[in-house]
């Protein structure tokens, strides 16, 4: 029977395991959705299905370097005892070796990548049934740097947070110190130039409607709205902080001082962008007698 597209579809939304993984059960097992599921079941692929509804919010962020070319991405898992042990630590530097080799330039990409004659994204299937808890990759970038340029990376607390920054010109110990200042200081933007508009006009009437509040005549409302405007921006801008080891001067002095430039950077933090699922635990006794 010729395995279809819709087939392999369905197959996946069952069970969880990853699309070329569906598509040789169902060869195996001439198209029967039913057997297939058995035989994915068998073979320890189909048992992360029960947890694929589960928040994955904890787990690490890692930087990996070779060369001129780095790779920084988050894996996560449901719970931070999970994150600390062997299994997990020793899953995550796999990955990164592994997207390190490839040219995966993005999650979809990374999870595509062959690892020990499967996909990144079934080594974790097989790795979520083994250790027993939803595991998942996101935000992973590969980033390029020429030869004069240098890398900057940092770790802070094995990995609740990760940074890695590019700088124009080769100096250790300057591009260590960009690393630990954007982990310290958590900038958005490298500098004013990259804040698009939509967000500067939802500051600025943010900021209107506080002041307007305050009783403020309209005159003074606009002279306030620029203050506090700029106020914001040197917060949220890398080069416009304060140093985080010498506040009398800016990061965008300090370079300069240094003959240096940041050119561009990221920085990870473990569950960004997640919304961690609030547990009733009342409620869940209650559904668990009423079975």
Do not use: W
């Amino acid at each position: 029977m010729a395995v279809t597209a819709q087939m392999v579809k369905e197959l996946r939304q069952r069970t969880g395991a990853g699309m070329l993984d569906c598509k040789k059960a169902l060869e195996k097992n001439d198209g029967d959705i039913e057997k297939s599921i058995d035989f994915l079941r068998e073979k320890g692929m189909a048992s992360a299905a029960k947890k694929a509804g589960r928040i994955a919010a904890e787990g690490l962020c890692n930087v990996v370097l070779e060369g001129n070319q780095a790779v920084i991405y988050e894996l996560n898992s449901e719970t931070d005892f999970v994150s600390k042990n062997k299994q997990f630590l020793d899953l995550i530097d796999k990955v990164g070796s592994v997207l390190l080799a490839s040219k995966a330039t993005n999650t979809e990409e990374a999870l595509a990548v062959s690892a020990d004659g499967m996909t990144v994204e079934t080594l974790l299937i097989n790795a979520t049934a083994t250790i027993g808890e939803k595991l998942s990759l996101r935000r992973v970038s590969r980033i390029v740097k020429e030869d004069a340029q240098d890398f900057g990376a940092y770790k802070h607390m094995g990995g609740r947070i990760a940074v890695l920054a590019v700088l124009e010109n080769q100096d250790e110990e300057v591009s260590k110190d960009m690393a630990m200042h954007i982990a310290a200081q958590n900038p958005k933007y490298l500098n004013r130039s990259q804040v698009d508009q939509e967000t500067l006009e939802h500051e600025k009437h943010i900021l209107t409607q506080q002041a307007l509040l305050e009783g403020k005549p309209a005159n003074i409302v606009e002279k306030m709205v620029v203050g506090r405007l700029n106020k914001y921006l040197k917060d949220i801008c890398l080069v416009d902080q304060p140093f985080v080891k010498d506040p009398d001067q800016t990061v965008a002095q300090y370079l300069k001082s240094n003959k240096n430039n940041v050119l561009s950077f990221v920085r990870l933090e473990v569950g960004e962008g997640i919304e961690k699922k609030e547990e009733d635990f009342a409620a869940e006794v209650a559904a668990q007698i009423r079975k």
